[in-house]
C-alpha cells in the first residue's frame, strides 16, 4: 500500500524551486496527505517576518511566474497548512546560524526541526527536494 506522507525539504533559494516544493505541499495537503516541509539553507531567509528580500528567478519560468501573476510560493506555502494541516519546520542548525528566532518566522512555521528527526519522519513516504 502506498503511504499518503509527502515530506518536502527546501534548500533552494530560486523563485522556480521555491514555487515548484509551495506547488507539490499544497496540492498534497488539500489532498489529504500528511506534508511535512522542512526549510534549511538559502529557502529559510525567505519566511522571516517582514523580509523584503524577493526570491530571484533562475530562468525565464521564473519572470514568467512573476509577470503572469502566478499565486505566490508564500502564499501556497500558506494555504498548504491552513486548508491542508501541512507542518512546516525550519532547519534548526539553519535558524542557529542565522540567528533567528521562532517570533521572528511567519506565522504558519512551526518549531525548529532537526535533520535527523526530519529525516525518520520521511522514510515511511514520498521525499521532494527542491
Known sequence: MASDRISVMVTSGNREQLQMAAMVA????VSGSDVTVFLSMNALKFFVKDSSEKAPAEGEMGALLEDKNAPDFMELFGQAVEYGDAKIFPCSMAVDILGVKQDELKS???????????????????????
Open 26 to 29: 499544497s496540492v498534497g495537503a
Open 108 to 130: 504558519f512555521v512551526s518549531e525548529p526541526l532537526g535533520l535527523t528527526a526530519f529525516l525518520s519522519d520521511a522514510s515511511e513516504g514520498q521525499v521532494w527536494h527542491f
